[in-house]
């Protein structure tokens, strides 16, 4: 089956997830995460990328950004890949491709999912095991939310601002969100649109997204069309 093109369209956030070849490791210490942050902030800046949230794996990355051009979210993906593998490989005295593929990714309703995908990402190393707690895990975006320390990588999004009407309130407003957490549903939904390139949305959000793109934006109905009965 022909891989499908990936969704992309200005003026809405993304969810991208990069994983590494067979799960290995992408980030080795603190140069290597320092630098992926670097790379970002750069092209984020360069290609007209709003960066919202993000969080450093191990073995892979996500972000939730939304894009001021059609093109504006591959040309940072290459840049960025690139210009990574090439200082990873050369730091770490090895050759060859890191990258499991390109990067996944789709766009989601912002006001049914972007501050739940927010939550999705910061509490990604919690999942992991990595931290108990996610202000433990120092390469997310999560601290600069809660107003602990500055981020030249993200931007701000909209809804994010509207959870009050001073930094305090904002910060724990969100801060009680990612207390709760989001519900397994939530979780299965953020991640298999984002690996799948669905369109994440409630119906009429996404057949406003069809309107605007030439490709398949849900899955199709199994089974074969119908077809008309000969006369």
Not at 62 to 77: D, G, N, R, W, Y
Not at 111 to 121: F, G, N, P, Q, T
Not at 158 to 175: D, I, Q
């Amino acid at each position: 089956m022909a891989r499908l093109p990936r969704l992309t369209l200005p003026g809405y956030p993304h969810h991208i997830i990069q994983r590494g070849n067979n799960r290995q490791v992408i980030f080795v210490d603190a140069q290597d995460f320092e630098t992926m942050l670097r790379l970002l902030a750069e092209n984020a800046k360069k290609f007209g990328v709003a960066v919202h949230a993000y969080v450093l794996m191990d073995n892979h990355f996500h972000l939730l950004a939304t894009p001021s051009t059609v093109e504006a979210l591959p040309q940072m993906m290459q840049a960025v890949g690139r210009s990574y593998v090439r200082c990873f490989n050369q730091r770490h005295g090895r050759s060859g491709t890191l990258w499991e593929g390109r990067y996944r990714s789709t766009l989601i309703e912002a006001e049914r999912y972007l501050l739940a995908c927010m939550v999705y990402i910061d509490l990604n190393p919690v999942r992991a095991g990595k931290v108990p707690q996610p202000t433990d895990w120092r390469w997310s975006s999560h601290a600069y939310h809660l107003g602990l320390r500055p981020d030249s990588l993200v931007t701000p999004h909209a809804l994010y601002w509207a959870l009050g009407n001073t930094p305090f309130a904002r910060e724990a407003a969100y801060a009680d969100l990612v207390q709760a957490g989001i519900s397994a549903d939530q979780q299965a939904q953020l991640t298999d649109a984002a690996l799948r390139g669905w369109a994440l949305g409630e119906p009429n959000f996404v057949d406003e997204i069809q309107k605007k793109s030439t490709r398949r934006v849900t899955k199709s109905k199994p089974g074969r069309p119908p077809t008309s009965k000969k006369q």
